[in-house]
């Protein structure tokens, strides 16, 4: 088959797929076309005793070894979302060969800040005790996120206490990643995100660009150039700006093809040829979050 011709395709399968999502659920359709259903190698275990205490592994179906291990949070303004909606970046990382855990966290109005930070860093506790077990190394531990998913990423990487609260440090991340987070969003302007936040007496602690210090584990940020909902300049641009004034090594990337919600989405296959997104979170975690050339 001649160049232009699987170019083509490739445009026309990506226009189908994105006809789909706007024509009916999107994770689903997603899901269904991707590839790698026997990485999943363990669903709905427990990492607490509340029923949204839950999470999904997949691994990768050949590892010489103890493999890098991503925690990856979903996003939904924290008031929706299903960790079996992303099965479509558990697998595409696994099939990169790493070993991933896509946990369920509490939602508003069951919670509202900060207890569902309480959970994501009761999920990663979890899993840097159990996951050799599922042959992943957690001396090689990422967090990872998209929208409020990112938001929760990256509290559990800049703020100590939530991993303090399960006897860990923060310096025991080899590094943190964010797809199109929130972390700088006070006053908030978004009716439905207002009550999550206790909003008019939102707490500035719960905006990640307060702590940003020089311990913070090394950070690659991703963004949409075209982002309606989340103002890639003043939450990737400002944080990444925060994170290099203390020292910390940050890679701040944007993308020009994708929205906020298609930027997760071009990790799935079908939609790869959106952004080179997998790609890029890829090359972050084999240099062990920047740190090999």
Known sequence: MRTWQKTWLGVTAGALVLGSIVACSPLGTLNALSPGKALLAQENVAYGSNARHRLD???????????????????????????????????????????????????????????????????????????????????????????????????????????????????????????????????????TTRPVFHFPDTPPDSQPINHADKNTPPALLIAANKDKLVNPQRNTGHLASKLRENGVPVQEIYYDGVSHTTLVASIAAPLRSLAPTLDAVSKFIDADGGRQP
């Open 57 to 191: 592994i997949y691994r990768p179906e050949h590892a010489s070894g103890p493999a890098p291990v991503v925690v990856f949070f979903f996003g939904g303004n924290w008031t929706t979302g299903e960790r079996e909606g992303y099965a479509f970046v558990g697998r595409a990382l696994a099939s990169r060969g790493y070993v991933v855990v896509i946990p369920d966290y509490r939602l508003y109005p069951e919670v509202r800040y900060p207890e569902f930070l309480d959970d994501s860093a009761q999920a990663v506790a979890w899993t840097a005790r159990e996951i050799s077990r599922y042959g992943g190394d957690p001396k090689r531990l990422f967090v990872m996120g998209h929208s409020a998913g990112a938001y929760n990423a990256a509290m559990v990487a800049l703020d100590p206490k939530y991993l303090a609260r399960q006897h860990m440090q923060t310096t025991e991340l080899r590094g943190w990643i964010g797809l199109a987070g929130p972390y700088d969003f006070m006053p908030i302007e978004n009716p």
